[in-house]
Nanobody
């Protein structure tokens, strides 16, 4: 059983940067591919970025490509999401998620473990 805890959210202005962290415990972190998702009020949860177990394979939603960077530190059991050039439309609750597969999934229901989420609000 893996527990995930996100941190690093906050209120920023358009054009600013934030780095989200997701700390994992209760399992062998390097066994899991990780994903970042977000959910805005009234909208479905959407995929943002994913990273495989080693960090050698990354995948991004088109809406964040070139602005967001996902990375992981298996020694620290942590995955990160560096968010630059933030826009008002990036405002959402951001979640990290984990699953035990070699692939990066973009569909939320394929992930087994989820954090509680952290709020990111970007003012324009």
């Amino acid at each position: 059983q893996v527990q995930l805890v996100e941190s690093g959210g906050g209120l920023v202005q358009a054009g600013d940067s934030l780095r989200l962290s997701c700390a994992a415990s209760g399992g062998t972190f390097s066994n899991y591919a990780m994903g970042w998702f977000r959910q805005a009020p009234g909208k479905e949860r959407e995929f943002v970025a994913g990273i495989n177990w080693s960090g050698s394979n990354l995948y991004y939603a088109d809406s964040v490509k070139g602005r967001f960077t996902v990375s992981r530190d298996n020694a620290k059991n942590t995955v990160y999401l560096q968010m630059n050039s933030l826009k008002a439309e990036d405002t959402a609750v951001y979640y990290c998620a984990a699953h035990q597969s070699a692939d990066i999934y973009t569909i939320p229901r394929l992930y087994n473990y989820w954090g509680q989420g952290t709020q990111v609000t970007v003012s324009s």
